[in-house]
């Protein structure tokens, strides 16, 4: 079983920045693609971002693109996102997930999850 938590969350003006931080609790931690999710109130969950188990290849929704970077530090167990240029449809609360040696952009190609961390970004 693994256990995913989320941190990093709160409140910030529109264009400032935020870091998420998720950590797994598992031992084999670099077999774990990972990804961020977010669901703004009254929306479906949708992608943000993901990295791979391997190569540490990275991936982005469009609407962050060029603002979001992820990162994984294996040695730590823990994957990040670092948030710049927020803007208000940012807002959302944010989930971390993990699929052991699989990967994808999709909600049902992840099986663990955390609790989510909430970002607000005001105008």
């Known amino acids: 079983q693994v256990q995913l938590v989320e941190s990093g969350g709160g409140l910030v003006q529109a264009g400032g920045s935020l870091r998420l931080s998720c950590a797994a609790s598992v031992r084999t931690f670099r077999s774990y693609a990972m990804g961020w999710f977010r669901q703004a109130p009254g929306k479906e969950r949708e992608f943000v971002s993901g990295i791979s188990w391997i190569g540490g290849t990275t991936y982005y929704t469009d609407s962050v693109k060029g603002r979001f970077t992820i990162s994984r530090d294996n040695a730590k167990n823990t994957v990040y996102l670092q948030m710049n240029s927020l803007k208000p449809e940012d807002t959302a609360v944010y989930y971390c997930?993990?699929?052991?040696?699989?990967?994808?952009?999709?909600?049902?190609?992840?099986?663990?999850w955390g609790q989510g961390t909430q970002v607000t970004v005001s105008s």
């Open positions: 997930a993990a699929v052991q040696l699989g990967s994808g952009s999709s909600e049902d190609d992840y099986n663990y």
